[in-house]
């Protein structure tokens, strides 16, 4: 018996000890909801537009982090949901005293996802100290969002080369430029079908509302933007289920008085204007957000995004 608890408090010392090893290698590390909110948290108390999204939005992101006096800044983190949307919002809208406008990326599909239930549950704790929210809030997730290591998604290939973390990419944001018919089949079952579910249109609507409602409690003008797609993903998406998406999401906004930033069917966006099949290549982005200026000067007479 008494060797029996030698072992195991050998083996509890052990594993105690490559915790700690783990945790003072990964110090330093930072995943790329790191890497983002870095930036916003450098720009949040000049900027005068917010501007949240998910991968979608990236490309907006990398056109203009180098760029100084753009007056934007960004809460848009690749594989976000209207979850980690509304809970970024909630937690950071506050404490921007100079933001006068929030432009929230909804594309339809956003409707019918939920990325904790879609493999990417890893993001609870990434996000968990920037929102003080979790999806369903489980208390091991919250204890391992404290943790580098696990907030790295357990990330061992860093302890190799520290820098290829330092160029890390948000999923999705990038591409080669080209890509074929068949890629884009493959995205748009997968952006309509395959992590679609309709039976989240309920809660992730109380989420549009959620945002609108603290967009409107923190006295700020809200724009929903909807980006282009590549023709050949517009072809191959579910339009039964977008559709759906789209009536439900467009009734909130006109109930709400949200003003629209809608490019969805705007075809002037070709091919190459894409990264792959749904993202923009950051170029194109800048390209849009002139377009947008223009929007929303229509709107309330300003041109808020400063572009070099």
């Not at 991968?55 to 960004?74: M, R």
């Not at 809608?262 to 950051?282: C, I, K, Q, Y």
Request: charge should be neutral; charged fraction near 25%.
């Amino acid at each position: 018996m008494k060797k029996i608890i030698i072992e195991i408090s050998a083996l509890l010392i052990f594993i105690i000890a490559v915790f700690m090893l783990l945790e003072f290698l990964f110090r330093d590390y930072k995943n790329g909801v790191d890497r983002v909110m870095d930036d916003f948290f450098k720009s949040r108390d000049q900027a005068e537009v917010l501007m949240v999204g998910n991968s979608h939005a990236l490309p907006f992101y990398n056109a203009l982090k180098h760029e100084e006096g753009s007056g934007v800044a960004f809460l848009t983190i690749g594989g976000d949901d209207l979850f980690w949307m509304q809970a970024l919002v909630r937690k950071q809208l506050h404490s921007m005293p100079a933001v006068r406008y929030v432009i929230l990326n909804c594309d339809d599909e956003l409707l019918g996802f939920n990325q904790s239930l879609s493999g990417l549950s890893f993001m609870n704790r990434m996000l968990y100290q920037y929102t003080d929210e979790m999806y369903a809030n489980k208390e091991m997730d919250i204890l391992l969002s404290k943790s580098n290591f696990f907030r790295s998604n357990r990330d061992i290939g860093y302890l190799f080369s520290k820098q290829s973390n330092a160029n890390i990419v948000m999923a999705n944001a990038g591409g080669k430029g080209t890509f074929t018919d068949e890629e884009c089949k493959v995205r748009a079952k997968e952006i309509s079908e395959k992590r679609f579910q309709t039976k989240l249109f309920s809660e992730n609507l109380t989420y549009v509302v959620s945002i609108i409602n603290e967009v409107k409690r923190c006295n700020k003008i809200l724009f929903v933007l909807k980006l282009p797609k590549c023709d050949c993903l517009s072809a191959a998406v579910n339009q039964e289920n977008l559709a759906d998406s789209r009536r439900l999401l467009d009734s909130v906004f006109m109930a709400t008085k949200t003003e629209m930033l809608d490019f969805s069917g705007d075809h002037t966006f070709t091919r190459d204007a894409f990264a792959n099949p749904d993202h923009l290549t950051p170029q194109v982005a800048k390209k849009l957000m002139v377009k947008m200026n223009d929007r929303i000067f229509d709107s309330v007479g300003d041109r808020p995004i400063h572009l070099q």
